[in-house]
């Protein structure tokens, strides 16, 4: 097949279109996301599938330390920002809301790099820094 202008167009578009849809959200940042989604609605189980087997203690620890309150995330987002070694390195923004009834305490999600491993054929939260 002999390349010309005619035939790239058609191809380029369908090469725009699956680079789109690569950049909207990374496997390694959703994971993240959906931990801190699974710990504000309290799905303890949900929280030790998106955990590393080195992590589940800790995400024992974390499920715990929010089950006495309501818990909302609000305005949430996470991304790449790089690698180390093994982990996929994750920053977030937004916060959690913790309202422990007379009292709200907010923590921000910028606070921390959370760091992602790629366990069992899928990405899976693995601490913090």
Known sequence: ?????????????????????????SPAANSIMAYLQAIASRDENQVSVLSCSAWEAQAK????????????IENASCSETGK?????????????????????LEIDLADRTYQALYEGGEWRMCGYR
């Open 1 to 25: 097949m002999k390349i010309t202008a005619r035939n790239i167009m058609p191809v380029s578009i369908i090469l725009s279109g699956l680079l789109a849809g690569c950049v909207s959200g």
């Open 61 to 72: 620890t974390d499920f715990e330390s929010f089950s006495a309150v309501t818990v909302d």
């Open 84 to 104: 180390d070694g093994d982990y996929m390195l994750v920053s977030c923004k937004g916060k959690i809301v913790a309202n422990y009834g007379n009292e709200v």
